[in-house]
């Protein structure tokens, strides 16, 4: 794979051309075949395609400073940025602890009138998909939009609006990003919007283009969100080998799911009605600093996603002050094992050194 992206970045250097090219139309149709859904713009990283996504809604009238958006409170902070940003009312909502994705039940009760859009991230690679529960949001004239920047390649138990299973075509627009450790990684930054709404899409390409329709016309006050050829390029190729590097994490977690056996670890739920794309392999134990360091001391580097939930976060304290007690014990029981480029032999060595870890 390595020498089919040096040619095609290789060729992309030679060509010149080094924005709004042939490689970024091939990538996002690439893209949108993958995914399912109609339209796909490319752009500069994840945070920035969530950005378009809400302020695209601004201008088009379906959304206004003061709506309230459900989302999850177990997330990365990238995923509700935009909402503060423009004015939107964020609504936080507790995990389900079988896959850590937003709770339905609770979704479902934290609508109100003023609810207008949904942020469902698919957090782990976890596809974060209830049918039943997209009807009503649908009917209730209520957006669904996903944050895909860790699960391409998912897919949920049941059809999205498109009739496809694939995260990212399943609700009204998808955020993706492409930051080099996610599952399809660019080389720097870049990120995508997916759509079947074409008024949609032609809203964020003026916005991420200065907010210009056509050259030195400005219809909107935009942003420079573009995505480079290169990064286009190299992905192009990436998205052909998408099964690939799909399978290999999925191998990687089905060993640490059949060899972990120490009772005092809770392993993440292996989910047979959909297709989880393992952007991290997160167990739980109550005493997570103690395991951390046992495994450091034998020399396995873990990590948090994430230790400091965004209601938590500095930034965030002052307006909030909320508290969402299953997210924060989630943030304190959480360690995420290696799951990219290692091998089979370093997971059983892994999954042996925590079944003698004993608190
Ligand atoms: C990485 C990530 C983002 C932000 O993507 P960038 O490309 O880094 O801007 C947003 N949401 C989630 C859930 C992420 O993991």
């Not at 893209?31 to 395609?49: I, Y």
């Not at 573009?226 to 690939?244: F, G, N, S, T």
């Not at 995420?336 to 059983?348: F, R, Y």
Request: charged share 25%; hydrophobic share 35%.
């Amino acid at each position: 794979m390595l020498s089919e992206i040096e040619t095609a970045v290789m060729s992309v250097l030679r060509s010149g051309r080094y924005l709004h090219g042939p490689a970024t139309k091939s990538f996002e149709e690439s893209l949108s075949r993958q995914c399912g859904a109609k339209q796909v713009v490319g752009v500069s990283n994840g945070l920035d395609a969530l950005r378009l996504i809400f302020r695209a809604y601004i201008e088009n009238g379906k959304l206004k400073e003061g709506d309230e958006i459900i989302y999850p409170a177990n997330t990365y902070i990238a995923s509700i940025l935009p909402l503060s940003e423009f004015g939107l009312t964020g609504v936080g909502v507790e995990p389900s602890e079988t896959d850590y994705n937003i709770d339905f039940q609770a979704l479902k009760r934290a609508v109100t009138s003023k609810t207008k859009g949904v942020l469902l991230v698919h957090l782990y690679g976890n596809p974060c998909w209830d049918l039943p529960t997209a009807r009503f949001l649908k009917e209730n004239d209520i957006l669904i939009i996903e944050d895909n920047a860790q699960a391409i390649g998912a897919c949920a138990q049941s059809e999205g609006f498109n009739g496809r299973k694939e995260t990212g075509g399943l609700g009204d627009a998808a955020a993706f990003s492409f930051y080099p450790t996610k599952n399809i990684g660019a080389l720097g930054d870049a990120g995508a919007v997916a759509t079947s709404d074409s008024s949609l899409a032609e809203t964020i390409r003026a916005l991420a283009n200065y907010g210009s329709d056509r050259r030195y016309h400005n219809i909107y006050k935009g942003y420079n969100c573009r995505i480079d050829e290169i990064q286009a390029a190299a992905l192009d190729v990436k998205l052909r080998h998408i099964d690939e590097i799909t399978h290999r994490r999925q191998s990687i977690a089905e060993t640490y799911n059949n060899e972990i056996t120490n009772p005092l670890i809770i392993k993440p739920a292996l989910l047979t009605d959909r297709r989880q794309v393992w952007h991290q392999y997160v167990i739980r134990t109550k005493n997570r600093d103690a395991l951390r360091k046992f495994l450091a001391d034998k020399g396995i580097e873990t990590d948090i996603h994430y230790a400091t939930p965004p209601h938590l976060q500095p930034c965030y304290l002052s307006e909030h002050k909320q508290h969402f007690p299953l997210t924060e014990q989630l943030a304190n029981e959480i360690i995420s094992l290696p799951i990219a480029g290692i091998s089979k032999e370093n997971v059983s060595q892994i999954a042996n050194i925590i079944n003698q870890y004993e608190q």
